[in-house]
Structure formats: structure tokens, C-alpha cells
């Protein structure tokens, strides 16, 4: 089956410590994004990427780094810059199209102790 | 700039019907619909673009009016699964997801 598959579920933290979610899809989308979602706030934007080697800064970068090395893949890395780490994290793709429906994975929830 | 959506959380009975509106202060390429429940990834419900054209499943309906700025997205006979939050996001330069800002989301309880 098609999706978007997101490692780990849940992940603990020390303060200072970088951390890496993974993002893997076999939809084909060319488009990726990773999204933070907190209560009560929606889903913001923290990067996208719309083809291989090449990405964007979303709304609320800061902290973040992302790379996008294959097409399936698109990793986020919770850098100790950022602030206010624990969120949960959503990652999505996209055909790419003007349409944009985005199919999103089953979410990460960062922790940081 | 954040959608304003409204209510802000909603109680039904099942089979009641509902109403979620999503206004934006800009003018408006697309409007976006998503329904997350609780844990779960949001999962697409509809779009619905400048001009007219939408696409989403048969069973939800939603209406977009350009001039005012603002979507509603309606659920009829509502059904226990249904319940969730409710997500719209914008898009105003047609860059489809790219560009797209979501509301804060709106909370629907539906109870048997």
C-alpha cells in the first residue's frame, strides 16, 4: 500500500540534543513538507521541498534543518537552536500540482525533558 | 495570515447538521479542508478553487465565495464519524500547497 510512513512514533529528548525524525514515501509525490502542530494552533508550515536537493523555509524554520537527498525521503532534524521543541510533527506530500491535496503520515510527538 | 474558522468547537446529536466557516482578510486562491482526529494524521476532505472548481469526497459539500473571502464547509445527517477537528487552510497565490496557512480548527463532538 501507498503512504507515508514517519519514525519514531514518539521520541524522548535531553535538552541540547539534536534529534532526527524520519519521513519515507512511496506515493511518488514530488512535493514533501514537514508541519509542527500544537494544541490549540493548527498545522504551521516548517519546510518544504518540491524536488530533490532543493527546499524551502516554511513559517517557523527556525531551529530546524532538513535535507532531501532521494525523492522518497525527506528528514527533519530538531536542532537544540530551537526553543520549544516538544510539538507533534506531521510530515505530507504532494503531487506537486496547484491542487495540493497533501497526504500526511501518522505524526511523530517529540518530548524534550 | 491564519484563517479565522468558527465555531470553535461544536456538540451534536448524530443526524444534526453543522456548519464550519474559514474567513481569511486576503483575497483567496484555494480553500483547503482537512478532518483530524484525535492521535490521527488529518486526512484530505476537499478543495475548492478560485473559479469554481472543487475536488473532494461525494459526501461532504462546501461552498466558497471569492468575494467575501471565505469557505463553509457543511456536514448533513451528521454521523458519529464525523467527529474530529476540523481544519481549513488557504491558499492566496496559487501555489497549492506550498503557500497554504491553516486555521486553528474546529472541534466537532457528534453524540449518539
Known amino acids: 500500500d501507498g503512504g507515508i510512513t514517519q519514525s519514531p512514533k514518539y521520541l524522548f529528548r535531553k535538552e541540547g540534543q539534536n534529534v532526527t525524525l524520519s519521513c519515507e514515501q512511496n506515493?511518488?509525490?514530488?512535493?514533501m513538507y514537514w508541519y509542527r502542530q500544537d494544541p490549540g494552533q493548527g498545522l504551521r508550515l516548517i519546510y518544504y521541498?518540491?524536488?530533490?536537493?532543493?527546499?524551502q523555509k516554511g513559517d517557523i524554520a527556525e531551529g530546524y534543518s532538513v535535507s532531501r537527498e532521494k525523492k522518497e525521503s525527506f528528514p527533519l532534524t530538531v536542532t537544540s537552536a530551537q526553543k520549544n521543541p516538544t510539538a507533534f510533527y506531521l510530515c505530507?506530500?504532494?503531487?506537486?500540482?496547484?491542487?495540493?491535496?497533501?497526504?500526511f503520515g501518522e505524526g511523530s510527538r517529540l518530548t524534550v525533558l | 495570515q491564519q484563517p479565522v474558522q468558527s465555531p470553535q468547537a461544536v456538540i451534536l446529536r448524530e443526524g444534526e447538521d453543522a456548519v464550519i466557516n474559514c474567513s481569511s482578510s486576503k483575497a483567496l486562491y484555494s480553500v483547503h479542508w482537512y478532518r483530524q482526529k484525535h492521535g490521527e494524521a488529518p486526512v484530505f476532505l476537499m478543495i475548492l478553487l478560485k473559479g469554481g472548481e472543487q475536488k473532494g469526497h461525494d459526501k461532504i459539500s462546501a461552498s466558497f465565495n471569492e468575494k467575501k473571502q471565505q469557505s463553509s464547509l457543511y456536514l448533513t445527517a451528521s454521523q458519529l464519524s464525523y467527529s474530529g477537528t476540523y481544519f481549513c487552510?488557504?491558499?492566496?497565490?496559487?501555489?497549492?500547497?506550498?503557500?497554504?496557512?491553516f486555521g486553528k480548527g474546529t472541534h466537532l463532538i457528534i453524540q449518539p
Open positions: 505530507a506530500s504532494s503531487m506537486g500540482d496547484r491542487t495540493g491535496e497533501l497526504f
Open positions: 487552510g488557504t491558499d492566496h497565490s496559487g501555489g497549492g500547497a506550498d503557500g497554504l496557512t
Open positions: 521541498s518540491q524536488i530533490v536537493n532543493d527546499f
Open positions: 506515493l511518488n509525490h514530488d512535493a
